[in-house]
């Protein structure tokens, strides 16, 4: 069983950075595709970045290219999100999310677990 546990999220100005991090306890993560996704107020879940899992293949959702990368520590159990240039519609919940399809990194990948969510503010 994968358990995620996301952290590191918060209130940030615009223009500033975050770094999230997803954290698995049980079973190690490198066999696993993650994603991030997010939610914001009244809106649908959308799909933000992917990672396979070697780490050398990623997917980005086209609004946060150029500002955001997915990495990952395998010796960690570490999935993270680093969020530069942050603007006030990156505000939502930030969600990481594990499938057991190592390579599948789409939005509509198949994701077994998902993690609890870590709040993001960015201030205009």
């Known amino acids: 069983q994968v358990q995620l546990v996301e952290s590191g999220g918060g209130l940030v100005q615009a223009g500033g950075s975050l770094r999230l991090s997803c954290a698995s306890s049980g079973r190690p993560l490198i066999n696993y595709g993650v994603s991030w996704f997010r939610q914001a107020p009244a809106k649908e879940r959308e799909f933000v970045a992917g990672?396979?899992?070697?780490?050398?293949?990623?997917n980005y959702t086209d609004s946060v290219k150029g500002r955001f990368t997915i990495s990952r520590d395998n010796a960690k159990n570490t999935v993270y999100l680093q969020m530069n240039s942050l603007k006030a519609e990156d505000t939502a919940v930030y969600y990481c999310?594990?499938?057991?399809?190592?390579?599948?990194?789409?939005?509509?990948?198949?994701?077994?677990?998902w993690g609890q969510g870590t709040q993001v503010t960015v201030s205009s």
């Open positions: 990672i396979v899992w070697s780490g050398t293949m990623t």
């Open positions: 999310a594990a499938t057991e399809l190592p390579y599948s990194i789409r939005p509509d990948s198949p994701y077994n677990y």
